[in-house]
């Protein structure tokens, strides 16, 4: 087996989640994206393996170690995804922009028009009341935010 | 390992079957990342595993295959499943699964790939690796395992645990902050 064959395909897979992760915007997707990149990773080590004939097969343990990472990756990007979800009612990134050092400009008019500053859903985050689960608690644990944003919320939910 | 290298105008059946495999994993992934889909993105992924899986089974490492499987597979992209339908992603056709900057995300990954394409074929041309003997069946790999790489491994389940408690804690949501 020639070892660039390996390493072609690796390469390809590494390019299309580079393109999943800038290109997409629902969450779970940019995952699935950086899980192709994982893999890619995965496909080079196996084959370096092979290939040096390494006495302590430093690469496919390696390769178990990468895939023990990315399931708790995985499991711990869900988790975030999903408090995001019950605190926005939103999983798309581009709308996902209280850290921005700019205020939100006019081409997200949703979150422009929430009167309140860029750090109101972070306090909204916290002080959110435990125990209540459902679209009522997401709606109500925004006290902070404008008129939009709760309107918005009860409307997805 | 590097004195004689094979033609490559003549490949090896099992350089045929790798070819295919990684073509059909290339391919899936692709889908994966086009699709206006949520769902079959999952299930296009699922293709891509299994197929990675195959190829690492021709590169001769078949406990990482069956790992492949068990975890990509089994565990991973059930779990990612129960994220799209958690968040009440619409299960139909959706417009808007992709961000506005397709144009400069699809230049950036076309320039990684040919950068990577490129030094990749120029770096590894003359190497060739031939697979004559099994190295990566699980005896092998385990006792690789638990002889060297027992403290990584020891603290990789600690990571794991940390990681999944944490995950736990996060979801729930009756578990307060200290006030």
């Not at chain 1, 997200?108 to 985050?125: E, F, I, K, R, Y």
Request: glycine content about 8%; hydrophobic content about 55%; aromatic content about 6%.
């Amino acid at each position: 087996m020639h070892v660039v064959y390996p390493a072609i395909v690796s390469a390809l897979l590494f390019s299309i989640g580079v393109y999943g992760v800038l290109a997409r915007r629902n969450t779970i997707l940019v995952l699935m994206s950086v899980e192709l990149m994982l893999n890619a990773v995965n496909l080079n080590l196996v084959a370096f393996d092979v290939w040096l004939r390494d006495r302590l097969h430093g690469g496919q343990v390696l390769t178990l170690f990468v895939i023990v990472i990315a399931a708790a990756e995985v499991g711990l990007g869900l988790a975030i995804v999903l408090a995001l979800y019950r605190n926005r009612r939103t999983v798309d990134l581009d709308r996902l922009r209280t850290l921005a050092e700019t205020p939100p400009s006019a081409a997200d008019p949703a979150s422009a028009a929430s009167p309140t500053g860029p750090d109101s859903p972070a306090v909204a985050g916290r002080g959110r009341p435990g125990g209540e689960g459902g679209p009522p608690a997401g709606a109500a644990a925004a006290p902070g935010a404008g008129p939009e944003r709760v309107a918005r919320a009860e409307e997805t939910s | 390992m590097t004195e004689t290298v094979p033609s490559y105008l003549s490949p090896t059946g099992q350089e045929i079957v790798f070819l295919l495999l990684g073509a059909v994993a290339v391919g899936s992934a692709l889908l994966v990342v086009v699709t206006r889909q949520l769902v079959h993105a999952a299930l296009w992924l699922v293709l891509c595993f299994g197929a990675l899986a195959g190829c690492y089974l021709v590169l001769t490492a078949e406990f990482v295959a069956w790992v492949q499987v068990l975890i990509y597979v089994g565990a991973v992209v059930v779990l990612l499943l129960f994220g799209i339908m958690l968040t009440r992603a619409p299960i139909g056709r959706a417009a808007d699964l992709d961000s506005g900057n397709k144009i400069v995300a699809a230049v950036v990954a076309i320039a990684t790939a040919v950068v990577l394409v490129t030094v990749v074929v120029d770096g590894f041309r003359t190497a060739y690796a031939p697979l004559d003997s099994a190295t990566g069946s699980a005896k092998e790999l385990g006792s690789a395992v638990f002889r060297n790489w027992v403290l990584p491994f020891e603290a990789l389940s600690v990571l794991l645990l940390a990681a999944l408690i944490g995950a736990i804690v996060i979801s729930r949501t009756d578990i307060r902050g200290r006030d």
